[in-house]
Nanobody
C-alpha cells in the first residue's frame, strides 16, 4: 500500500502565503502523478493542481498565477506553494497520488487525510 501524509495547513490573512507538503511512503511502489484537491462543506473535491512524472502541470483556473506545484521525485514528495491567498481558498486540502505498489498490476489513486487551510478576510 501507499500512504500519504500532508502538512503545512493553517490560518492566514488575505494576501498571505502557505506551503503545503505531502510525502508518499510504503513498500516498493511507483508514483505516476501527484497533486492537490480541495473540498468545502457541501461540495465535492475539486482539482487544485497536479504534476506528472514528466513535469507536466495542470492548475485550476482559480489558482493560476498564485499557486505553484512542485515535486521532489527522489523523495516522493509534492509541495504546493500558495501565495496571494483569498478567503475563497479556504478548504480542506487533500493530497492525491496515482501510484502502484510493485505487487499490483494497475495503478490507483491514493488519498491523504487532508489539511485545513483557512484564509481570513
Amino acid at each position: 500500500q501507499v500512504q500519504l501524509a500532508e502538512s503545512g495547513g493553517g490560518l492566514v490573512h488575505t494576501g498571505g502565503s502557505l506551503r503545503l507538503s505531502c510525502v508518499a511512503s510504503g513498500s516498493r511502489f511507483q508514483v505516476y502523478r501527484m497533486g492537490w484537491y480541495r473540498q468545502t462543506p457541501g461540495k465535492g473535491r475539486e482539482l487544485v493542481a497536479h504534476i506528472s512524472n514528466n513535469g507536466e502541470t495542470n492548475y485550476a483556473d482559480s489558482v493560476k498565477g498564485r499557486f505553484t506545484i512542485s515535486r521532489n521525485y527522489a523523495e516522493n514528495t509534492v509541495h504546493l506553494q500558495m501565495n496571494s491567498l483569498k478567503p475563497e481558498d479556504t478548504a480542506v486540502y487533500y493530497c492525491k497520488a496515482l501510484a502502484m505498489p510493485i505487487t499490483h498490476l494497475t495503478p490507483r489513486d491514493y488519498w491523504g487525510q487532508g489539511t485545513q487551510v483557512t484564509v481570513s478576510s
